[in-house]
């Protein structure tokens, strides 16, 4: 499955004033994420997200992605179980005249589609 979620903020949003975008998903193991910035956004747009109160992407807490025209994409290996299978997008924007957009797209397959796929490890590397 893949998911894609367009998230707006309002210029003068600051971070204290972050907006919260809820993304329902379904459980399972999120393999890809991609975050694109369009351009005009001139790094003045700022993302993070959190599955519960722990922050995830970017790894490094209290720190956002934020760039211009531009596509932050990565392979993952995260777990969402069942009864947790929400994340939380905090977008903020330092833009005093436009609003921002960018574009969230996740990959996200169940635990048994993608045992096939890609393992974490496998006997053969464990050596």
Avoid at 91 to 116: C, M, V
């Amino acid at each position: 499955m893949i998911y894609s979620f367009n998230i707006s903020t309002p210029a003068n949003t600051l971070e204290a004033d972050r907006v919260k975008t809820v993304l329902k998903l379904t459980a399972g193991i999120i393999h890809q994420l991609d975050i694109l910035f369009p351009t005009g956004c001139a790094g003045l747009l700022y993302v993070a997200l959190n599955h519960g109160l722990h922050q995830v992407w970017p790894s490094n807490d209290k720190e956002y992605f934020h760039t211009d025209g531009d596509k932050i994409s990565f392979k993952e290996f995260y777990e969402l179980k069942s009864d947790v299978n929400t994340l939380d997008v905090y977008t903020y924007n330092l833009d005093d005249t436009y609003p921002h957009a960018i574009i969230i797209r996740l990959g996200l397959l169940k635990q048994s589609e993608i045992q096939g796929l890609w393992l974490p490890w496998s006997e053969e590397t464990a050596e």
